[in-house]
């Protein structure tokens, strides 16, 4: 499974930015897809994930109500809309895929084996 992210850029507070990954690959297996973001100096964090149907979601307290994750099924494309950036934000972020079937949203780096590659968001105040 390749993950291919984009839609980073550079925004102001109170703005808003769409962020997608695509798969590619044995794409059926991706059972549960994430973001995760890491900003400079921290260790990467779980920002929001969906199962495969597209259905059960889970979020970081920091961004519900502010984030929404959805994900394309037949094109195996997650989303991630995020308003009313702040600039605590700020960050690279990844999206993440597993084959295993989790029974609920795994929220730390060691349960996902795919990654993309990263795309910056930097809101500015």
């Known amino acids: 499974v390749q993950l291919q992210a984009s839609g980073g850029g550079l925004v102001q507070a109170g703005d808003s930015l769409r962020l997608s990954c695509a798969a590619s690959g044995p794409t059926s297996s991706t059972y549960v897809m994430s973001w995760f973001r890491q900003a400079p100096g921290k260790e990467r964090e779980f920002v929001a994930g969906?199962?495969?149907?597209?259905?059960?979601?889970d979020y970081a307290d920091s961004v519900k109500g502010r984030f929404t994750i959805s994900r394309a099924v037949p094109r195996n494309t997650v989303y991630l809309q995020m308003n009313d950036l702040k600039s605590e934000d700020t960050a690279v972020y990844y999206c993440?895929?597993?084959?295993?079937?989790?029974?609920?949203?795994?929220?730390?780096?060691?349960?996902?084996?795919?990654w993309g590659q990263g795309t910056l968001v930097t809101v500015s105040s």
């Open positions: 969906v199962m495969r149907t597209g259905v059960r979601k």
């Open positions: 993440a895929g597993t084959t295993r079937p989790y029974g609920q949203i795994p929220t730390t780096t060691t349960n996902y084996a795919y």
